[in-house]
């Protein structure tokens, strides 16, 4: 039976440009995908009244390592090479698959929330076999669109992050693939990826056989590349260019230390980029390089990395690389005596980089990112009748500069409301439960082992 519903009378911003925006304008999802975007739209189905609010995709977050939602905000003040020694090198080794589940489960839902109704979950915390099943689990159980990117273990900082010789096991993989990725239809929530450390991180055999495995396998890959000064003198990219390896499969993240060179070769082999702007300007990994990408005819992608140090949504993402990349230009601008130019960054330029570029870098655009008939339904619907967000002038500056998680009043994810009324329709309670209990075993693991 076709299970028809029908988004009114909201500002409707589409980010398909040859749709665009409807002051007034209708979604009708019909059996989890957009059916029709018009003015005005007859049609029998479940009525969902959104005057007062702006109706615009999900936001698309193309890196987070999610496991790390039981240890928020445990290196508020931490630069880079701290968050190494003091997460990857001591709480990292002592996860257990039920704390990957706990912070798996809290942190998509957590998305959820925020209004990200697709997330690539960076999952660099395979312990053992167990790991990836209890995280791929909690992603499946909230209902959130995710690209699982399998990522090694993080046992022992010295074996796995300088110049590591343990590849991640290419069986396990395959397992994975078969056990929880063997459809590829086109409306599955859950997607595979391989999470590679790269060259400067891995021995070169170590990193050709990690890149063999994701083009065996036929799936995607996303690496960190050219995060502080160390990293941007590894030469990431030019060394993986000399191996052979570049490709439009794969995923650049950060890319603070790029050196023009480097930019040419990602942008010539069709890469995409994903740039974490609060991560970036923080901990010390260099200037969101959002205009950058831009420049060499990319389209970049925003993500929220670690929330062991930064909020965990799209807003404040959006409004960090907005406000670095401005600052930059202008602090330039004034050095040299010069007029500031006109190709700054735009408000409606970030709301686009959140939605379809998001889209677009996750492999995903075919299936969400705009609010396109065909596409699968993933919607969010802003409450722009809120002190903070109203009275709106500028309907994407409202929702880029102005609104906030406490805004985000329904989720669409797949046609399925997910969030309604400003309310998750999920366990929240048992959610928080089992990641404040993963927190509790986590702390006293880490006291005994001092």
């Known amino acids: 039976m076709t299970h028809r519903t029908l988004l009114r009378a909201g500002h409707v911003l589409s980010m398909d440009p040859d749709i665009g925006d409807l002051p007034r304008g209708d979604v009708l999802i019909e059996d989890g995908r957009i059916a029709a975007v018009d003015r005005e739209i007859g049609a029998d189905a479940e009525v969902l009244d959104m005057t007062g609010r702006i109706v615009i995709p999900g936001f698309v977050d193309t890196h987070r390592h999610t496991w790390e939602a039981s240890i928020r905000n445990v290196a508020p003040d931490a630069t880079l090479d701290d968050y190494f020694v003091d997460i990857l090198d001591t709480f990292a080794p002592l996860y257990t698959p039920e704390d990957v589940y706990a912070a798996n489960l809290a942190g998509a839902l957590e998305c959820l929330n925020a209004g990200i109704t697709t997330l690539v979950d960076w999952s660099h915390i395979n312990n053992t076999p167990e790991h990836p099943d209890a995280a791929i689990r909690a992603l499946a159980e909230t209902g959130i669109r995710a690209q699982y990117a399998y990522g090694s273990a993080n046992t022992s900082l010295a074996d796995y992050w300088f110049e590591s010789k343990i590849a991640i096991p290419g069986d396990d993989v395959r397992r994975i693939r078969t056990e929880y990725f063997s459809s590829d239809s086109d409306d599955a929530l859950l997607t595979l990826a391989l999470a590679t450390r790269g060259p400067g991180f891995c021995v070169n055999d170590v990193v050709t056989a990690e890149w063999a495995l994701a083009r065996e396998l036929g799936i995607p890959i996303t690496v960190h590349v050219a995060m502080g000064r160390l990293a941007g003198r590894f030469g990431m990219v030019k060394q993986l260019h000399d191996l052979g390896l570049l490709g439009p499969d794969t995923t650049y993240v950060h890319c603070c230390y790029f050196s023009e060179e480097e930019w ?187």
Do not use: Y
Not at 280 to 306: N, Y
Not at 354 to 368: K, P
């Open 264 to 450: 040419r070769l990602v942008a010539d082999s069709g890469g995409t980029v994903s740039i974490a702007p609060q991560v970036e300007t923080q901990m010390g990994h260099g200037w969101p390089p959002v205009m950058k990408a831009i420049e060499h005819g990319l389209r970049p992608s925003l993500s929220i990395d670690v929330v062991t140090t930064v909020p965990g949504d799209m807003f404040t993402q959006i409004r960090a690389a907005f406000g670095a990349e401005r600052a930059r230009v202008n602090a330039a601008s004034w050095q040299a005596d010069v007029p500031v130019p006109d190709t700054m960054l735009t408000a409606r330029q970030m709301l686009e980089i959140a939605t379809r570029n998001g889209a677009h870098v996750a492999g995903l655009e075919d299936r969400t990112g705009s609010l396109t008939p065909g596409k699968r339904a993933d919607v969010v619907a802003i409450d722009a009748t809120a002190l903070n967000v109203a009275p709106v002038h500028d309907a994407a500056a409202a929702v880029a500069l102005s609104a906030d998680v406490s805004n985000v009043e329904t989720v669409i994810v797949d046609g399925v409301v997910r969030k309604r009324d400003g309310r998750l329709t999920a366990d929240v309670a048992r959610a928080r439960r089992l990641v404040e209990e993963s927190r509790d075993r986590l702390l006293a693991a880490k006291e005994a082992r001092a």
